[in-house]
């Protein structure tokens, strides 16, 4: 599968990398194609390593302006015009889409995801890997949006939920 992960670029402390690293690993032994925002730094490259030293491909979508952080050895990566584009180049090239702890990037990009999900633009499923609890509060209002009818589809139809690296490889598979 090509597996799209959305994440962060920053550097951040062992208990984010290493679900990070543990993810990446698993995705490469599988033989899953790794497919994201193309950055060699944060989590973006604890990701990439583990898969790339796993056996796993590595397909980036970096933005011109950040053309300076995008992975040299990736083994393919497209640079496109702004980031709307490589929203849509990331979503049209996986099978599937992760969202791990991020910034407000990431916030963007999974709620893009998930409203084309709502209205039935895309049927890709979607897994959220809640470490260390790092998305509490947005699984709490999305909760609260579908119990108050806010949402038009179930939450489970538009977005599950993982603990762990095992757990989030284990749902992708399964569909």
Known sequence: MNICVFLSAADLDERYTRPARAFGELLGKAGH???WGGSDTGLMKVVADGVQENGGRL???SVEFLRHLARPDADEM???ADLA??????LARSDALVVMPGGLGTLDEVTEILE????????KPVVLLNT???YDGLITQLRRMDAEGFLPVP???LLQVADDAP??????EAR
Do not use: M, N
Request: charged share 25%; no cysteine; proline share 3%.
């Open 33 to 35: 194609t790794l497919v």
């Open 59 to 61: 397909v980036g979508s």
């Open 78 to 80: 497209v640079i496109t």
């Open 85 to 90: 584009e490589r929203k849509a180049a990331l």
């Open 116 to 123: 084309l999900r709502k209205h039935g633009l895309h049927d």
């Open 132 to 134: 260390d609890g790092f």
């Open 155 to 157: 939450l489970p139809t």
């Open 167 to 172: 757990e989030l490889l284990a749902l992708l």
